[in-house]
């Protein structure tokens, strides 16, 4: 069974920067991608970053050029850079992880993240 730990959350001015890591333990299975979702109040959750096991990266396009989404291999972790934070950007932000199929297979618990003055 996939585990996904994610950390970093907290609270953070307009303009300030956090970073976001998923630990993944794959446990024998095979993940094709992981990324970041999140869930604004009273919305949809999102998909913000992705990242597949060849690196190749895609970016919802409010967070293109602020947020960079990466790789530790050292730590198995993912890691989400957020920088130019907006109170917009307040959300609770999931770790998910792909198999094969279209939607994740595996979640994160969630971690709260909050821009604001």
């Known amino acids: 069974q996939v585990q996904l730990v994610e950390s970093g959350g907290g609270l953070v001015q307009p303009g300030g920067s956090l970073t976001l890591s998923c630990v993944v333990s794959e446990n024998g299975v095979r993940l094709s991608a992981v990324g970041w979702y999140r869930q604004r109040p009273g919305k949809q959750r999102e998909l913000v970053a992705g990242i597949t096991i060849q690196g190749k990266t895609n970016y919802t396009d409010s967070v293109k050029g602020r947020f960079t989404i990466s790789k530790d291999g050292a730590k198995s972790a993912v890691n989400l850079q957020m920088n130019s934070l907006k109170p917009e950007d307040t959300a609770v932000y999931y770790c998910?992880?792909?198999?094969?199929?279209?939607?994740?297979?595996?979640w994160g618990q969630g971690t709260q993240v909050t821009v604001s003055s």
């Open positions: 998910a992880a792909w198999t094969m199929s279209r939607s994740p297979s595996y």
